[in-house]
């Protein structure tokens, strides 16, 4: 089925460990998103891609790095885990940004940071 | 800028009505509404761009009143289903200053 694919489904990280999170989207979308998820936090951005070859940061993007790769895959990474970086982190993509229509997500990724 | 949900939570029994707002203090282009079923991705239910129009989703509709910078979420004859947690998500410009609202977590009881 058409969709956003995430890998891995869960993960557990030592402080100061690295890891890359993948996303990639079989719609032919222009825009993918890393939102990532706390209790009682709501969605936050972390960083978007608004078309390939361009990224710009969210609303919480210190400690997180992405690629576009191209038009299918967005990669979100964390270079220096921290405990605080524990969360569920899900990806996403629309159409294209404005053009009224809504987004679809991935299953998420649930990071554990000891 | 993250718009305002209302009521933070809310009980019904099967069959009962419930109206979930969305409200902002700045102008809005567009409203989003997702339903997140526990341990799932959030799943979207509808847009609604400036104009006041109203939109339906099988028993769950929804309004803008641009007016008042406010969205209301229209649940009809509430199923067990309808149980998750709903988040409006709102865009101030087209393409622009996209934010999700807290959520409001809705149970549906037998």
């Known amino acids: 089925n058409a969709g956003v694919t995430q890998t891995p489904k869960f993960q557990v990280l030592k402080t100061g460990q690295s890891m890359t999170l993948q996303c990639a989207q079989d719609?032919?979308?222009?825009?993918m998103y890393w939102y990532r998820q706390d209790p009682g936090m709501g969605l936050r951005l972390i960083y978007y891609s608004a078309s390939e070859g361009t990224t710009d940061k969210g609303e919480v993007p210190n400690g997180y790095n992405v690629s576009r790769l191209n038009k299918r895959e967005f990669s979100l990474r964390l270079e220096s885990a921290a405990p605080s970086q524990t969360s569920v982190y899900f990806c996403?993509?629309?159409?294209?940004?404005?053009?009224?229509?809504?987004?679809?997500f991935g299953s998420g990724t649930r990071l554990t940071v000891v | 800028q993250q718009p305002v949900q209302s009521p933070q939570a809310v009980i019904l029994r099967e069959g009962e009505d419930a109206v979930i707002n969305c409200s902002s203090s700045?102008?809005?282009?567009?409203v989003h509404w997702y339903r997140q079923k526990h341990g799932e991705a959030p799943v979207f239910l509808m847009i609604l761009l400036k104009g006041g129009e109203q939109k339906g989703h099988e028993k769950i509709s929804a309004s803008f009143n641009e007016k008042k910078q406010q969205s209301s979420l229209y649940l009809t004859a509430s199923q067990l289903s309808y149980s998750g947690t709903y988040f409006c998500?709102?865009?101030?410009?087209?393409?622009?200053?996209?934010?999700f609202g807290p959520g409001t977590r809705l149970s549906v009881l037998p």
């Open positions: 996403a993509s629309s159409l294209r940004m404005g053009v009224g229509r809504g987004y679809t």
């Open positions: 700045k102008a809005l282009y567009s």
């Open positions: 719609m032919n979308h222009n825009s």
């Open positions: 998500g709102t865009e101030v410009r087209m393409g622009q200053n996209f934010v």
